[in-house]
C-alpha cells in the first residue's frame, strides 16, 4: 500500500525535475565544454522534440532546418580533414539523426559556418558537397530522446555491454546528485526515523518469536508427552531456520526490493507461527518452527540493509543501535511474557504462539500501511520507467534492469560466497566466533534462568521471566554511548578530511566494545555465577545481568558496523556468513543448555562460558591496531581509508 503511493508519488517528482530541466536549459556535457572555450558562442538547445518544432510556424522551422544543414556541412568539413569520427558528426548531430543514437549535441556554429549562411542567404550556390544531399533534418522523437538523455544531469549514456544483451546506446538512470530528494539519504528525518523504528520493530517481533517458547518447555512437553529437552528443539530448530533463511535474503531484496520480502515473508512467517499454535503433535510443531524461523530471517536480514540505505556512514553511529537495541529486546522480552503465560490458569500455552500472532500481525499492517522502499536500485528502476512514459524513450534504464547475471545466479553466489569468506577472512572467522559465544549464552539463559532464579531463588515462572528485563536495561544503558561516540566521529572526520580524506576509517566503529562492552561480558557472567547462591541476594545476579546487556549491544553493533565498513561491496555475503553460524550453533546449544545447567551446575557452567568470552576480550583491541594491516592482505576487505 504504502509503496504503491511511493511509487505514484515519485511519478510527481520525477516531473518536476523534467520540468525544471526544460526551464533552466540544461546543457549537454559537450555543450559545457564549448560554453567554456568559447564564452560569446550561442548554445543550441537541447530540448528540440518533434511536438516542439511543429508548432513553430513554417518559416521558423525552415529557418531551423538550414542552420542544422550548415552545422552539418560544417561537421562534414571537419570530419574528412581528420579522417576520423570520434565524437565527430554522428556524436555532434545524434539530436538530429536518428541513426546516431548516443551521442552528444553539436555546439554552436563556427565561423565557417557562419559564413556559408550568410552565403546561402544571399543566394550563392550551396558547396559541391554530395554529402549535403544525404542529410536528414526531420526531427524524430527517438533523437530527441537522445539529447535529452544527454543534458539530464544524473544519466549517463554509454553503449550496452555484451552481457546486457542488445546493442546501441543507452541513457542509465543516477540520482541528480548528492542532495536529490529521490535518495533516501536526503528524506526528512521525521520519514527517516519512522521508516528506522518500523524495521527495528520487524526485528523486535522475529526476536520475540525465537525465545518465548523457551517459557513453556513444561506444559508443552507434558501436553505432546516427550521431555523437556525435546520440547526446547522448538526454539533451537527455530533459531537454525534464521541461520538458514538468511542466505537467500539478499539475492531476493536485490531483485524485488526491501518492501516486498517484508510484507512476503513476514506473512509466511506469520502463518507458520499460527500453525505452530495448533500443532497436534511434536513432529508438526518442529517443522513449523523451523519455517518460521526461516521466512521470520529474511526481513531480519534485510532490515541491516535497509539502515544503510536511509542513513549515511556518520549517521549509522546513531541508527544502527537503535535497530540493535529492538534486535536484542526481542529475545529478551520473550521469556518476560511467556513466563506468565506458562504459570496461568486461565490461557493454554499455545497463547504464546497467539501473542507472537497478534504482535507480528500489527507490525505486518503498520509495514504495509507506512514502510517506504528504501532499496535504490528498485527506486531508480522506479525513475527510469516514469522517465520513459515521461519522454517516449525506452532506452532510459537503471542499472538493476540491465544487469547481466539472472537471480538464479545471484543465489549461487548467495550460497557459497559466505563460506568462501568464513574460510579465508579472519576478521570474519573472529568476528563470527565472537558473537556466536555472546548467543549462545543468551539463548541458553533461556533455560538456565529457570536454575540461576527459580531453583537457587524459588522464583515463579512470571517472576523468572521478568528477571530478563536486567538484560534489558543494560541494552539501553549501552544506548548512552552513542552520543560520546558520534562527537568523536564528527571530531575524527574533520581531521581526516583536512588530510584530504573522505571518511573514518573501519576501525572506528570498534569503540563501542573498547569502551567496556567486550570485558563487561566474561566479568558478568563470572559475577552471575560466583554469587548464584540462596543466601546472596538475587540481586547480585540481576546486576550481573545489567552489565552482560551492556557487554552484548557494544560488542553486536562494533561487529556489524565493522564488518560492512570493511568489505562493503561484500558486506551482504559477511554478515550472511557471521549470521548463518551463530545462530545455527547458538540453536544447537540451547538444546544442550538443560542439562549442561542441570549436570554442571550454575556455578560452573557460567564460569565456563565465562572463560571462553574472556578469551575473545582482545578481538576488538587488536583489530582497532592491526586492522588495517589484516585488510591490506584481504582479497576482499576495503584495503583504503
Not at 34 to 58: F, H, K, M
Not at 380 to 388: D, G, P, Q, S
Request: charged content about 20%.
Amino acid at each position: 500500500m504504502q509503496s504503491f503511493r511511493q511509487y505514484r508519488k515519485f511519478r510527481k517528482q520525477v516531473q518536476q525535475q523534467f520540468g525544471r530541466h526544460r526551464e533552466h536549459g540544461e546543457k549537454s556535457p559537450i555543450q559545457e565544454q564549448d560554453s567554456a572555450n568559447a564564452r560569446s558562442r550561442p548554445q543550441s538547445s537541447s530540448w528540440l522534440s518533434s511536438s516542439s518544432e511543429s508548432s513553430l510556424p513554417r518559416s521558423e522551422k525552415d529557418h531551423n532546418r538550414e542552420e542544422v544543414d550548415l552545422e552539418k556541412a560544417e561537421s562534414r568539413q571537419s570530419s574528412s580533414s581528420s579522417d576520423v569520427d570520434p565524437d565527430g558528426f554522428r556524436g555532434k548531430f545524434s539530436a538530429i539523426d536518428p541513426g546516431c543514437e548516443g551521442e552528444d549535441q553539436a555546439p554552436g556554429p563556427s565561423d565557417e559556418a557562419r559564413e556559408l549562411r550568410h552565403d546561402l542567404k544571399n543566394g550563392s550556390p550551396a558547396p559541391e558537397d554530395e554529402y549535403l544531399t544525404k542529410i536528414t533534418t526531420q526531427t524524430t522523437r527517438r533523437s530527441a530522446g537522445t539529447a535529452l538523455g544527454r543534458s539530464l544531469t544524473g544519466i549517463q549514456a554509454r553503449d550496452r555491454r555484451t552481457n546486457e544483451g542488445g546493442d546501441g546506446k543507452i541513457f542509465v538512470v543516477g540520482y541528480e546528485g548528492e542532495k536529490d530528494p529521490l535518495n533516501p539519504h536526503n528524506w526528512s528525518y521525521r520519514r527517516r526515523i519512522s521508516a528506522t523504528m518500523l524495521i527495528a520493530s520487524i526485528g523486535f517481533v522475529v526476536g520475540f518469536a525465537s525465545a518465548i517458547d523457551a517459557s513453556i518447555l513444561q506444559p508443552a512437553a507434558a501436553e505432546f508427552g516427550v521431555s523437556e529437552v525435546v520440547e526446547a528443539l522448538a526454539t533451537g530448530l527455530y533459531l537454525i531456520g534464521f541461520g538458514v533463511g538468511a542466505l537467500f535474503a539478499g539475492p531476493f531484496s536485490e531483485t524485488i526490493g526491501r518492501n516486498p520480502i517484508y510484507i512476503i515473508t513476514l506473512t509466511l512467517y506469520m502463518v507458520f507461527v499460527m500453525a505452530s499454535g495448533l500443532a497436534p503433535n511434536i513432529g508438526a510443531q518442529l517443522v513449523f518452527r523451523f519455517l518460521a524461523g526461516f521466512f521470520g530471517s529474511t526481513p531480519l536480514t534485510c532490515a541491516g540493509g535497509s539502515i544503510s540505505d536511509l542513513w549515511s556512514p556518520m549517521e549509522r553511529v546513531f541508527a544502527f543501535p537503535v535497530f540493535a537495541n529492538a534486535a536484542f529486546t526481542g529475545p529478551v522480552l520473550g521469556p518476560v511474557i511467556g513466563g506468565f503465560i506458562a504459570q496461568s490458569t486461565v490461557v493454554s500455552w499455545r497463547w504464546t504462539e497467539w501473542t507472537t500472532l497478534i504482535m507480528s500481525g500489527l507490525v505486518l499492517g503498520l509495514v504495509v500501511l507506512f514502510q517506504p522502499e528504501t532499496y535504490p536500485p528498485i527506486l531508480l528502476k522506479w525513475k527510469a520507467k516514469h522517465m520513459r512514459d515521461i519522454i517516449g524513450d525506452d532506452r532510459f534504464v537503471s542499472e538493476i534492469e540491465i544487469r547481466g547475471d539472472p537471480l538464479l545466479q545471484r543465489l549461487k553466489v548467495a550460497l557459497y560466497r559466505p563460506f568462501l569468506l568464513t574460510v579465508r577472512e579472519p576478521i570474519i572467522i573472529l568476528v563470527a566466533l565472537y558473537l556466536t559465544v555472546i548467543y549462545i549464552v543468551l539463548f541458553t539463559f533461556l533455560d538456565g534462568y529457570d536454575y540461576i532464579f527459580g531453583e537457587i531463588h524459588g522464583t515463579s515462572p512470571g517472576i523468572t521471566g521478568l528477571c530478563f528485563l536486567g538484560i534489558v536495561l543494560g541494552l539501553f544503558g549501552a544506548s548512552a554511548l552513542v552520543p560520546l561516540i558520534y562527537s568523536w566521529a564528527k571530531r575524527d572526520l574533520r581531521k581526516i578530511q583536512e588530510q584530504g580524506g573522505t571518511r573514518l576509517p573501519p576501525e572506528f566503529r570498534l569503540w563501542f566494545a573498547m569502551l567496556g562492552g567486550a570485558p563487561a561480558i566474561p566479568i558478568s557472567l563470572f559475577w552471575m555465577g560466583w554469587t548464584s547462591y540462596s543466601w546472596i541476594s538475587i540481586w547480585s545476579p540481576l546486576g550481573a545481568s545489567v552489565l552482560f546487556g551492556y557487554g552484548i549491544l557494544c560488542v553486536f553493533i562494533s561487529s556489524y558496523q565493522y564488518i560492512i565498513d570493511s568489505y562493503e561491496m561484500y558486506a551482504a555475503s559477511a554478515l550472511v556468513s557471521v549470521t548463518l553460524i551463530r545462530y545455527v550453533v547458538a540453536g544447537a546449544m540451547t538444546v544442550v543448555g538443560i542439562p549442561f545447567y542441570k549436570n554442571m551446575g550454575v556455578h560452573w557452567t557460567l564460569t565456563i562460558m565465562g572463560c571462553i568470552s574472556a578469551l575473545l576480550v582482545p578481538v576488538p583491541y587488536l583489530f582497532f591496531v592491526y586492522g588495517k594491516q589484516i585488510r591490506k592482505h584481504s582479497k576482499y576487505a576495503v584495503a583504503k581509508e
